[in-house]
């Protein structure tokens, strides 16, 4: 049976996630050997396939824990007993935050997401359709209110905000003139004023 963790306490799967990270936004996935990944988090292949099954598990794990973090937090925003601007405005930041907090996440997701087996792709596809329904049903409670414009339908008001969000990876920069936040906000009142009735 594989360790758990290493000297400092962090569990394997933990290691594997971080060095798979790393190694495919620097290399790129289908440059990325197993090997590579075993031996820079300081395991043994067997440890790797005993806590994920492959390279491609791997890889979808990459996504889907940050897509886990970002549904439950929508779901508190969603859940939250505010007005709905506050809701919608709240969760439209938070994905913002959320990416740049993990943007090599996000940038080996969309660079390498074709690289998934049929079934993973399913699985990730349901798992996002599942996060932008959720969203989307606070644009139509908004706009079900009358106090979010029915001009544009509610599924294109999503897709323009998820649009800039993933495209996130390919210019913001940590260190750069703006911080998370402060993109989250533009990006937040940009989405509320397209709204506006």
């Avoid at 306490?9 to 290691?15: I, K, L, M, N, Y």
């Avoid at 043994?44 to 979808?60: I, M, Q, R, V």
């Amino acid at each position: 049976m594989p360790r758990t963790t290493d000297g400092d306490g962090t569990p394997v799967p933990q290691r594997l996630l971080a060095a798979a990270t790393r190694l495919f936004a620097e290399q790129g996935y289908d440059r990325t050997s197993v090997q590579e990944i075993v031996e820079a988090a300081g395991v043994t292949k067997g440890a790797l396939y005993h806590y994920f099954g492959s390279k491609d598990d791997l890889l979808h794990e990459v996504y889907a824990r940050v897509l886990r973090v970002q549904q439950e937090r929508l779901d508190a925003f969603a859940n939250a007993d505010e007005p709905i601007e506050k809701r919608l405005r709240g969760a439209a930041a938070d994905v913002v935050v959320t990416t740049i907090e993990n943007l090599d996440d996000a940038m080996i997701f969309f660079r390498s997401m074709h690289h998934l087996s049929p079934e993973k792709n399913k699985q990730v596809r349901a798992e996002r359709r599942r996060y932008h329904e959720r969203f989307r049903a606070l644009v139509e409670e908004g706009q079900q209110a009358g106090v979010f414009s029915t001009a544009t339908p509610a599924d294109l008001v999503v897709d323009y905000h998820f649009g800039s969000v993933h495209h996130l990876s390919t210019w913001y920069r940590p260190g750069g003139s703006m911080g998370p936040q402060q993109v989250a906000d533009h990006l937040a009142d940009l989405l509320l004023r397209a709204l506006r009735p």
